[in-house]
């Protein structure tokens, strides 16, 4: 019930007129109408729904995000192909082995595996939007595909070849920085440099020779990695030295 009493001298506000409702407002129910509840509940729930508007609300909601996902991608790999250090210089020396990388064929898309990039020889450099944490995540995964392409140009690498695959991936993980010592230490205390970059480039490599095709199980990628870890990891070209 409105109240009337004396202590309210306000003259009340004029009725604010209502401007015509557009077509897709007409579709939604008014904020806090009974059927707006019911919407709204049962998109945060999933209760409530039919199957069709689940799957349609899914598909909105997927559909934003992998948009939302490109768009940073997009605009974090602009700024590493024009200020990063390590990317413009393994771009620079990609060129010079007579290799061209730019945004025609490094690419940014959603991927299935866990993985956060890729190198594709005849494709190019794939950067997994859904799976990059953020610009610095980006710039390690960049540089270490970068040092794939680099190998590719340089060394007439045969890809089927898991030896070949394996100082490729030794070389990549070593140089891209994404065993820096402070990706893997933070927080874990004062850990002896060399010997937590050695240990981190061997795993790393290691796993990435596991999901090579003709890999037979951990302990044959281990061996392959084994075998030519002291001349790959020694091999820092393009840097003179292990880039940190
Ligand atoms: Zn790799």
């Not at 008014?30 to 729930?45: D, H, I, K, V």
């Not at 799976?131 to 390690?140: G, K, N, T």
């Not at 392959?224 to 292990?242: G, H, K, L």
Request: hydrophobic share 30%.
């Amino acid at each position: 019930m409105e109240s009337t009493s004396s202590r309210s001298p306000k003259p009340p506000k004029p009725p604010v007129e209502a401007a015509a409702p557009s077509a897709a407002d007409q579709a939604k129910p008014a904020r806090g109408a009974p059927e707006w509840w019911r919407q709204t509940f049962s998109q945060m729930t999933g209760l409530g729904m039919t199957e069709a508007e689940r799957a349609q609300y899914e598909l909105d909601r997927e559909k934003r995000r992998t948009e939302a996902q490109c768009a940073k991608c997009e605009k974090n790999l602009d700024y590493l192909m024009n200020y990063s250090p390590i990317v413009r210089f393994m771009l620079e020396n990609i060129e010079q082995a007579n290799g061209k990388l730019d945004k025609t064929n490094v690419r940014c898309l959603p991927c299935g595996r866990l993985q956060s990039g890729g190198f594709d020889a005849n494709y190019g450099i794939l950067l997994c939007q859904n799976r990059l944490i953020d610009r610095s995540h980006m710039e390690d995964t960049l540089a270490h595909e970068l040092v794939h392409a680099y190998d590719h140009l340089r060394f007439d690498v045969d890809w089927k070849d898991l030896r070949h695959h394996a100082c490729s991936e030794i070389r990549a993980s070593s140089l891209s920085g994404e065993c820096r010592w402070t990706r893997e230490t933070l927080g874990r205390g004062i850990w002896d440099f060399t010997r937590h970059h050695q240990d981190c480039v061997r795993r790393r490599a290691t796993l990435s020779v596991r999901n090579h095709p003709k890999c037979k199980d951990d302990a044959h990628a281990a061996q392959v990695v084994n075998s030519v870890f002291d001349s790959c990891f020694a091999d820092t070209r393009p840097f003179r030295e292990i880039y940190r």
